[in-house]
């Protein structure tokens, strides 16, 4: 598919396929090379994969976090080639993965159909997994699962077809292993054995070939295993990975504004990417008629479209995951439509897909995504990092109150504690009380009181006196356990409104 030169309409280009879809997909990623970050969630990851990499044990002093290990390894393995906080880097890794997966599904695509529809695939993923807002652009677990499962797709469909039972049995471990993988980035990955059974079903041994499937899932999962247990804790992993997901994390967003978050999450998804959408709902009305390698892209796409509902949030980046499916599914359809004569359909098509690139190209340079505003940050973050900066030597360990990871990152320190930010994906602006939050439960306060004990902080920045982060409702005062962990540190400065606290005395000083 990736080698043939191919025009996208008779008046179009006659560059290689994987060309064309390489170009698109760089263009519309460049500006995430104009930021360090492109939203809090890569600060976490950054500063747990720089603790990882100083060889503390993850789930453990190394940094605590609700995901599976593979996106902090992912970082860790990055910026031990590249060096600390090296995020041009982890940017320039995240285009190369979602490079290949636009080729995954091109190949997909062209497999069905075509090489058009395989063109078309490639370009609408893209570009549409640039829309909305930069966070889209970040170096996510979503990115990096996508090609783990669009590998796997592929590889069932080629099972499917493989002449020797042999070959398909290799080909659906390969595509077993694959979600495990993508399970070691995002849980809701393994749903994805569904897919692998639903092209497996009508097919010669169905039963040998399931078993296959699953030995390579379960071997994958072994060595992961395996891994974790010798850098961390599988009980700790299991805690805060599945326990704290389930109890606390995920089911506090059904009980919250679901509603609000899909108004302001789903709704402007679908808006900023309607092609794929409108290609999509009109493909499915001809559901009845697909092909076996069709069905197989339709059952990805459901579990796809459920795993990113899973949780209530509704965030954007979420859909990533069945935008993958989606744009194979959309590429068909449009296939069909540029088939017909006339100019009419593919003026539309580069219009739907033109303007919201070069529409979010330009946001997404303009917008500052840490703070999710235009121009300069708001709260204005850049003062207190270069206080903490000039106070502090590069081995120094700071700690941050509140839930501002990138303070550790944009001022190159690492963190003292396991704990990069407290109160994360609760309702903060709401004043939850503490005890919703996954990660200020009971459990916590003592590890964070190890983490001192080890690594004394330089400076502790307190951000809830700034209100970082709708963090203004939880200040140090509220929680007796850290204010304890104060009292041989002084206010030093107030740097726009942010409180920096070193040690010595008077202690806290009743703030």
Not at 25 to 49: K, M, N, S
Not at 105 to 113: P, S
Not at 238 to 260: D, L, M, N, P, R
Not at 384 to 411: E, K
Request: charged share 15%; glycine share 8%.
């Amino acid at each position: 598919m990736c080698a043939t030169p191919y025009r996208l309409d008779r008046v179009g280009s006659r560059l290689p396929p994987w060309v064309a879809v390489a170009l698109v997909t760089i263009v519309c990623r460049l500006p995430a090379f104009f930021r360090t970050l492109l939203d809090d969630d890569e600060a976490q990851y950054a500063a747990i994969g720089e603790l990882v990499r100083s060889g503390a044990q993850l789930y453990g002093d190394g940094g605590v976090d609700f995901k599976p290990p593979g996106i902090y390894w992912t970082y860790a393995a990055v910026f031990g080639a590249s060096g600390r906080y090296a995020m041009w880097a982890m940017h320039t890794v995240a285009l190369l993965v979602v490079v290949a997966t636009a080729c995954m599904l091109a190949a997909i695509a062209a497999r069905i159909a075509g090489r058009r529809a395989g063109v078309l695939a490639g370009v609408f993923y893209g570009v549409f997994t640039t829309v909305y807002y930069p966070k889209m652009l970040a170096a996510n677990t979503e990115i990096f699962m996508m090609l783990a499962l669009s590998a796997m797709t592929l590889l069932v469909m080629r099972a499917r077809e493989a002449p020797r039972t042999v070959t398909a049995l290799a080909a659906l471990a390969g595509g077993g292993a694959l979600v495990a993988i993508a399970s070691g980035y995002k849980q809701s990955a393994a749903l994805n054995l569904a897919v692998i059974a639903a092209g497996v079903i009508a097919t010669r041994a169905w039963l040998l070939r399931l078993i296959a499937a699953g030995a390579g899932f379960a071997a994958m999962l072994g060595i992961g295993a395996l891994v974790v247990a010798a850098t961390s804790s599988l009980p700790a992993m299991w805690h805060w990975c599945v326990t704290q997901v389930v109890g606390k994390y995920g089911a506090g967003a059904w009980h919250g504004s679901v509603w609000h978050n899909i108004a302001v999450g789903l709704l402007p998804f679908i808006a900023s990417s309607l092609l794929v959408w409108i290609a999509g709902a009109a493909r499915f009305a001809r559901i009845r008629a697909a092909h076996a390698p069709e069905r197989i892209v339709w059952v990805w796409f459901a579990i796809s479209l459920a795993s990113s509902f899973a949780g209530g949030h509704f965030f954007g980046h979420y859909f990533i995951q069945p935008l993958a499916p989606l744009s194979v599914l959309a590429a068909l359809e449009i296939d069909r439509w540029l088939a017909r004569p006339g100019r009419a359909a593919v003026r539309s098509v580069w219009a739907l897909t033109a303007i919201p690139a070069a529409g979010f190209f330009a946001f997404n340079l303009a917008f500052e995504p840490i703070t999710e505003s235009f121009g300069a940050p708001d709260p204005d973050f850049r003062g207190p990092v270069a206080w903490v900066r000039s106070h502090t030597q590069r081995d120094d360990r700071i700690f941050v109150w509140g839930n501002f990871a990138p303070m550790y990152v944009l001022a190159d320190r690492l963190p003292t504690s396991r704990f990069v930010g407290f109160m994360r994906g609760a309702e903060r602006n709401k004043n939850v009380p503490p005890e919703v939050g996954w990660d200020t439960g009971p459990e916590v306060w003592p590890a964070l009181a190890e983490d001192f004990a080890r690594h004394p902080p330089a400076v502790v920045i307190d951000t809830s006196t700034a209100d970082y982060m709708s963090f203004g409702n939880y200040p140090i005062r509220r929680f007796p356990q850290v204010a304890a962990l104060l009292q041989h540190y002084r206010v030093a400065a107030v740097v726009d409104r942010v409180t920096m606290y070193v040690p010595g005395d008077p202690a806290l000083g009743g703030k």
